[in-house]
């Protein structure tokens, strides 16, 4: 069983490395691409359901860490809804020239606006850098999981996973 | 006195499919709960289940509540809330009902006539679904206003909308504490802390990476010292431990909160199934006093089944199939064919398996193999 993540409360590094569902960073730069940080073995598999692609593999038994195949995956983020445990983030290095956009379930109420400053915070919820809210996508499907999409500079992508929450 | 072919005492997800499989195989059903809603605990669950499809995994427990009491209700199983079981003598089990107002939290105005009437029932069978019931812990000062069970707070903040207090202070890292403690963010409340006592966080890893990336420290080799405060709880103080559970002297730490949570652990709430003379067995993968009972989870005393945490706390999903196991096999013992379906029965047990495999859950499905070993000796045949 993996180590960091039971001490620290979130996957190192090298813990998301290693996961067969963290895409390579060759893939990462050629474009939209999930990054599923689902590292222990746990009996759930809505994600190999939700991709249209059949990009995700869980297979028997249901323990099993989902598998990402890199190219295969279009990057739709169709996915990041579906992820019980919200473990799934949509990166795109090439959003635009220098900035990368990170999507990311966010289920908090107020939700950000499209445009707003934010401040995004990583893995530990340490601010990283400011960001911009490209998108707040909700539909029907998501199921009440909003997914919000920021935009960092290219080199804070791999550590942004949300935003510093707004107190009512 | 009324007669029926099948009792189910608590109309949680095994409760539930239980009646729902009995109904199914022509028995007459009810179900009795003592809460005003039914569904368990499954009413409080807000967010997406883990599991598999089949388990209806990425579903909203709010949700599977919802499904599972209109199936009941349109196979013909009778549910009755608000009715409490305080006795079962040989086949008849004993009922306090209450009518009245909705909530006991926020009581309606109109409704202030409330009244009660007690009955019996005679049962041919009976299916114990009870749940759990949460663990305390013993501190100075856990007596005070603002201590609470997790569950209760999940209680107050996702069925009453009430929240308990702003700076709340989890105490244990299993699933519940992490659950819980990102539902109190989302109901507008602040979690300074979680602690645990042990080196290690118990809860899956992503539960504790949705409260990480919130800023919410989980600090591992922590325990709660003491509560203090005026008339309810204003500060706690916690401090590492070391491996031997002694507290390092110097590691105090002083917090702000007003609401201290405790989820350690869950027990199977046994008091009825003990009282209906079930033998006991002690086993601490599975929570504590569990009901002995055989691969059909039928228990020492004849003709009384248990499923759900009640015979082991586990999950949401394992309880669905323990019920409609014990549910398939209550329906089969007062059928001439007692065999029961057997293909769905061995389909129902690959995939309790399946869900008890994997790190998480294997000491589980070794508990339970033990505790069907002791039935064989002690369960009727």
Redesign the interface.
Known sequence: MSQVINSRGYPSQQELRNAPGYPSQERLEKGPVVAIECIEEIPCNPCEQACPQHAITIGTPITNCPHLDEDKCIGCGLCVSQCPGLAIFLIDLTHSQGSASVAFPYEYLPLPKEGQTVCAVNRAGEPVCSGTVVRVQNPKRNDRTPVVTVAVPCKYATQVRGILRSRR | MREVDLAVVGAGPAGLTAAIEGAKRGCSTVVLDMNPHPGGQLIKQI???????EHR????GIEIADTLFHEAESTGVEVMVRAEVYAIHDSTLEVAQTFGEDSPILPSKEATTSHSRSLSIVARRIVLAMGGAENALNFPGWTLPGVMGAGAAQTMINLWRVLPGERILMVGAGNVGLIVSYQL??A?GEVVAVIEAT???GG?????????????P?L?SHTIVGASGESRVERAVIAKVDPSWRIVPGSEEELEVDTICIAVGLRPNARLASLAGCKLHYSPSLGGWVPIHNSRMETTVPRIYIAGDLSGVEEA?TALEEGRLAGICAAASLSKERAGDPEEIKAIEQRLL??R?????QRRQDAKQELIGIAETQCPK
């Open positions: 967010h997406k289940f883990f599991g598999s499809r995994a990425g579903t909203r963010m989302q507008g080196p290690r966080i899956y890893g992503v539960h504790a990476a949705k409260i990480s990336r919130a800023g919410v989980i591992t999903s399946s869900l495999s994997g790190p998480f859950c």
